[in-house]
T-cell receptor
Framework: SQQGEEDPQALSIQEGENATMNCSYK?????LQWYRQNSGRGLVHLIL?????REKHSGRLRVTLDTSKKSSSLLITASRAADTASYFC?????????????FGQGTTLQVKP | DVKVTQSSRYLVKRTGEKVFLECVQD?????MFWYRQDPGLGLRLIYF???????EKGDIPEGYSVSREKKERFSLILESASTNQTSMYLC?????????????FGPGTRLTVL
């Protein structure tokens, strides 16, 4: 499968703790994107990391990419109750030119106040 | 802000009915996408369109068709709804055919087929 595999499937932490989610894949990618989905709503783009990048930051988000291991991680620091959501990695495959995304199954994060 | 709207948040239809799901984006995006989302399966691409009147099959096109007569509107059609098409349907758009573009999603339509 070309789909990203996300780990863990579910994560429950206390407010203020850090949350780490992982995404592994099997094919070559052009870039990898992370999206958030609040309960029953549409997805919102968080961050994009290109295949030649190793790390990117956006506010409390830190994304790493290791193309040799074909894996990425999303770290949310100092989590808040409002971070409770599902998080999806999405792959843009190498050689693609349509911006088509292939989504993983997602990690459900619960942040307890 | 980019806005992607979908015609209904919730929809209940009967087996065999023809169902239309409408999606409109207001930012002149070239690409539009239809996904379905099921628990444990993530989002799966049904169809996408990179220009008016152009369409390409995604990973699970069977039982679906699409129409894009105007740039801002992309319709998903279930020709004869079946219970296994009960799902959350998400529409998205992106700016151009480039690979570095994020997708902007609508709020989703939760379709139940009885």
């Amino acid at each position: 499968s070309q789909q990203g595999e996300e780990d863990p499937q579910a994560l429950s932490i206390q407010e203020g703790e850090n949350a780490t989610m992982n995404c592994s894949y099997k094919t070559s990618i052009n870039n990898l994107q992370w999206y958030r989905q609040n309960s029953g709503r549409g997805l919102v783009h968080l961050i994009l990391i290109r295949s030649n990048e190793r790390e990117k930051h956006s506010g409390r988000l830190r994304v790493t990419l290791d193309t040799s291991k074909k894996s990425s991680s999303l770290l949310i620091t100092a989590s808040r109750a409002a971070d409770t959501a599902s998080y999806f990695c999405a792959l843009v495959l190498l050689g693609g030119n349509t911006g088509k995304l292939i989504f993983g199954q997602g990690t459900t994060l619960q942040v307890k106040p | 802000d980019v806005k992607v709207t979908q015609s209904s948040r919730y929809l209940v239809k009967r087996t065999g009915e023809k169902v239309f799901l409408e999606c409109v984006q207001d930012m002149d995006h070239e690409n539009m996408f239809w996904y379905r989302q099921d628990p444990g399966l993530g989002l799966r691409l049904i169809y996408f369109s990179y220009d008016v009147k152009m369409k390409e099959k995604g990973d699970i096109p069977e039982g679906y068709s699409v129409s894009r007569e105007k740039k801002e509107r992309f319709s998903l059609i279930l020709e004869s709804a079946s219970t296994n098409q009960t799902s959350m349907y998400l529409c998205a758009s992106s700016e151009t055919s480039g690979v570095y573009n994020e997708q902007f999603f609508g709020p989703g339509t939760r379709l139940t087929v009885l």
